[in-house]
């Protein structure tokens, strides 16, 4: 008894249950489906017959035709009092359905032999093996029986009726049904030549869609609680992910403005990630009470790697920062540490610049980063054409470049990553550096929030509908002058 009942079960466990259910509720909606369509298929064969397209007996057609309506009335009342909603109906709609089947096949024979197939195969959509094959042996039976009682009741074959004798002259005073009997003809000799030459071969063809009924129960039982599983691990996956997202976005200055005390200078930065995580990052810090670094960087790929490569490269270069030395020594010190322990062989594009807030003088190294703009008080923004040395964390031993510019009163200064220059549209057209410069001057008087904002907007309008692949990272920083 417990194998029979391990073997109906459909559901494993309290975690699957509501999956098999609904997958249940929608079987049912389609079995309701079945069951109206072939109630119509019932009165329309009853309306033929009473035309006289059909030769079935009018008393056994017309109870036929009634209880069919009622059987087909039971579970559709059913479904609507509960709305789908009970896992037993699939019981009440699969037998009601077999009965009127089996009714429709002893009555119209060969003509409607494939009907019989139904019940099985919505049986199947339950995805219960142990379902599948009950009604398939069910099927069976019922489809012996009925194949017996068509010599009886339903449309004459007389393929398994034998042929009279040789001058033999038949007239025909009644229906084809009583004629024949009136010859002396065995109707019960008819049946088991229907029997053996028109059920036996049906049944061969029966199993096989048996068979494959309950293998498609089976399979698809297995992958529902496949697809289960793989949803709650995506869940955790995604819980996993949205907390890296928070973790990184806690590792960036988020509060602005950062230093409302130092009226010195204003800065505003901004990161979105084309995934949930992302290598981009920035930072700014002040090193002392006249020192700001400035920092912006990509890492090399996408996702959850990009992400922990990311955080460590920026803990790296903060700590080293405060030890002090110029932006040259401390990217040669950070690669030098990445490329002890780097077998994941990424590296990360890096700009480090530290600003003498009293005098504007900033001290910068390029790592392979795109080129800063800057915008001169009254001017227009220009890409300032740096001097580049390696990725961080591409080969060890490198030596990196400091260079030197000063900022006046009014100057702003602009990094960015490659995700804004290189952000393409549908028709995979490139934003390009030149429409972001000009994109900058539409208002090179602005503060850096409102610079970066009609940046973001711009180039949300020109993405539109494609997909983003890198991600969007911009710092800006206007400096007032320490008057």
């Not at 194998?3 to 509720?25: A, H, W």
């Not at 909606?29 to 109206?36: F, N, T």
């Not at 059909?54 to 559709?76: C, D, H, K, W, Y």
């Not at 009163?409 to 952000?423: C, K, Q, R, S, W």
Request: aromatic share 10%.
């Amino acid at each position: 008894m417990g194998k029979i009942k391990e073997y109906f079960r459909i559901y494993e466990s309290e975690e699957t249950k509501e999956v098999f259910e609904q997958n249940e509720y929608e079987s049912n909606r389609l079995s309701l489906m079945v069951i109206v369509a072939c109630a119509v298929i019932l009165v329309a064969a009853w309306i033929l017959n009473l035309a006289g397209v059909f030769t079935v007996a009018s008393n056994r057609m017309n109870l036929l035709a009634i209880q069919g309506i009622v059987e087909f009335a039971i579970p559709i009342v059913l479904y609507l009092v509960f709305k789908g909603k009970k896992r037993w109906l699939k019981y009440v709609m699969i037998i009601s359905l077999l009965l009127v089947c089996t009714r429709l096949f002893s009555i119209l024979n060969h003509n409607v032999i494939l009907i019989m197939v139904l019940p099985v195969l919505l049986s199947s959509r339950y995805f219960s093996k142990g379902f599948t094959l009950m009604v398939s042996v069910l099927s069976v039976l019922f489809l012996a029986a009925a194949s017996a009682s068509t010599v009886f009741y339903g449309i004459i074959d007389l393929n398994f009726f034998p042929s009279p004798a040789e001058g033999t002259t038949i007239v025909l005073k009644e229906t084809l049904r009583a004629t024949l009997i009136s010859l002396g003809f065995d109707a019960w000799g008819a049946a088991g030549r229907i029997m053996i030459h028109g059920f036996l071969p049906r049944l061969l063809v029966f199993m096989i869609i048996s068979l494959v009924s309950v293998l498609i129960a089976k399979h698809g039982h297995r992958m529902v609680l496949e697809q289960a599983q793989i949803s709650r691990e995506t869940a955790v996956v995604k819980a996993e992910l949205n907390t890296a997202n928070q973790i990184q976005a806690s590792m960036v200055p988020t509060i602005f403005p950062p230093f409302p005390g130092r009226k010195e200078f204003d800065i505003y930065a901004s990161m979105d990630t084309a995934k949930e995580v992302g290598g981009d990052f920035y930072d700014f810090f002040l090193v002392d009470d006249n020192h700001l670094a400035l920092v912006i960087s990509d890492v090399s790929g996408k996702g959850v790697p990009a992400a922990l490569f990311m955080m460590a490269t920026k803990i790296l270069i903060s700590d080293r920062t405060l030890m002090g030395g110029t932006p040259a020594e401390i990217l040669s010190f950070v690669n030098k540490r990445i490329c002890a322990s780097n077998e994941a062989g990424m590296f990360v594009t890096v700009w480090l610049g530290i600003m003498d807030i009293k005098t504007g003088k900033v001290t910068a190294a390029n790592a392979g980063h795109e080129y800063p703009a800057l915008c001169r008080k009254g001017g227009e923004f220009e890409i300032l054409k740096d001097d580049h040395s390696f990725v961080v964390g591409g080969m060890d031993g490198i030596r990196y470049k400091d260079y030197e510019f000063t900022l006046k009163a009014g100057d702003t200064l602009f990094v960015y990553t490659d995700g804004i220059p290189e952000a393409n549209n549908i028709n995979e057209e490139l934003f390009g550096a030149e429409r972001m410069v000009d994109t900058l001057n539409s208002q090179p008087d602005a503060e850096p929030e409102q610079l970066l904002t009609t940046l973001k907007k711009e180039v949300d309008e020109f993405v539109g509908d494609a997909v983003q692949f890198d991600d969007f990272t911009m710092l800006c920083l206007k400096y007032h002058g320490s008057d």
